[in-house]
Structure formats: C-alpha cells, structure tokens
C-alpha cells in the first residue's frame, strides 16, 4: 500500500512553460484534492474531485486545470506557468462520507512537489 | 465564507510541559476536524479526526476536544517531548461541499 504518490517531487520551469503533475492513490478513495503550501499562507486548495469524471474549483484554482480520468489519479495542469505559481503542491485523498460513515475518514497527503518558476 | 484561525502562529516550552493549540472556525456547518502535525519539507500526517457529533479524540499524549456550537477547537499535548516539534495544522471540511480548509499552523518548538 503506497498511500498518496505525487510524481515529480522537484521542477524548475521558465515563465510560459506547460506542465502537469501527477497524484496517484491506491486506497480506492473517491475524493481527491489539490493543494498548493505558500509561506505565511499556510494550505490553500486549488481544486479537488468527488469522483471520478468530476471536478470543482478549489479557493485559488486560476491558472491550473485538472483532470480525474480515472479514480486513482488526479492530474493538475499549469498551461503557461508563471512564478506567482512558484510553491509546494500537496495532493490528498479521502473516502466519501456518504458510503462509509467512520472515525477513519481521515485526508491522507503526498509528499509533496517543490515547483519553481523562473 | 469558512475561516479557520490558529494561535498563537508560534510557541516555544520547555521539554515535559503540557501545552495547547487552538483552532477557531467561523462557519459551525462542519462535518469534521482534523489536526494534522507537519515536519519541515515534509507532508502532512494526521493525528487527531473529530468528527462533528463528537466531543473529543484521544491518541497517546494526544488530546484533541471539539467545541461546534461556540467554533472552537483545542488540541492538548501532554509531557511534551524535543520529538514533537513541528507545525501543528487543523482542518475542518464543510458539510455542503466537502470542502476541507485549513488554518495557517501553529509552529511548536520544544527546548531540551
């Protein structure tokens, strides 16, 4: 059981460069989200997903689209980066509530990716 | 608007003192609460989970307590050790659309 798998954990873009990360969960949850970690800003959460083929904007999603083709990832897409985008992304996972009403619905969290943006 | 306020944003006691964060919430209509500890450059682990019909959740030296109605919630640390330092973080998640927000931490220091 791996948990949460962010891939890569470390980028450096230059300004109007494309990327995407990728999250990964083997624990079958159907919730996912994306996270980005700002000093002083504390976690602000950019867009997540309640299931599969589902997606909703998060309290900063400009500048990012994400996708959930499939349950067990969640890919988030910066289409022309800008060093405003310069963070740490956490994804996180958990268990929909309505299938499963337990203590144990607790949010489980990648590593992390450090991205730069020059 | 959900605002989740931690104080204070930093503290340092003394190895074997008892101690306690808190966490404030403006919007009650919450389906649980979550502290999560943070090592630097790590990720988050969480610790404690309340969920909204509880009162309290207890794990080890570890003692998190739910206040819904008045919005508040506390996590007591008890016989602190040099090991707990880190960023102490909640996170309550919101009944209408499952949305989980975070307060901006507490960093816990423990002196040897």
């Known amino acids: 059981n791996a948990g949460v798998t962010q891939t890569p954990k470390f980028r450096v873009l230059k300004t109007g460069q494309s990327m995407t990360l990728l999250c990964a969960q083997d624990m079958n949850h159907e919730y996912m989200y994306w996270y980005r970690q700002d000093p002083g800003m504390g976690l602000r959460l950019i867009h997540y997903s309640v299931g599969e083929g589902t997606t909703a904007k998060g309290e900063v999603p400009d500048g990012y689209n994400v996708s959930r083709l499939k349950k067990q990832n969640f890919l988030l897409g910066l289409e022309s980066a800008a060093p405003s985008q310069t963070s740490v992304y956490f994804c996180?996972?958990?268990?929909?509530?309505?299938?499963?009403?337990?203590?144990?619905?607790?949010?489980?969290f990648g590593p992390g990716t450090r991205l730069t943006v020059l | 608007k959900q605002e989740v306020t931690q104080i204070p944003a930093a503290l340092s006691v003394p190895e074997g003192e008892n101690l306690v964060l808190n966490c404030s919430f403006t919007d009650s209509a919450i389906y649980n609460l979550q502290w999560f500890r943070q090592d630097p450059g790590k990720g988050l682990t969480s610790l404690l989970l309340?969920?909204?019909?509880?009162r309290e959740q207890t794990s080890g030296r570890l003692n998190a307590s739910l206040d819904k109605s008045s919005g508040r919630s506390t996590l007591y640390i008890a016989a602190s050790q040099p090991g707990d330092s880190a960023t102490y973080l909640c996170a309550v998640r919101r009944n209408r659309d499952d949305k989980i927000i975070f307060g901006k931490g507490t960093r816990l220091h423990i002196l040897p």
């Open positions: 309340i969920q909204s019909s509880q």
């Open positions: 996180a996972s958990n268990r929909d509530r309505r299938i499963l009403l337990t203590s144990t619905d607790t949010q489980y």
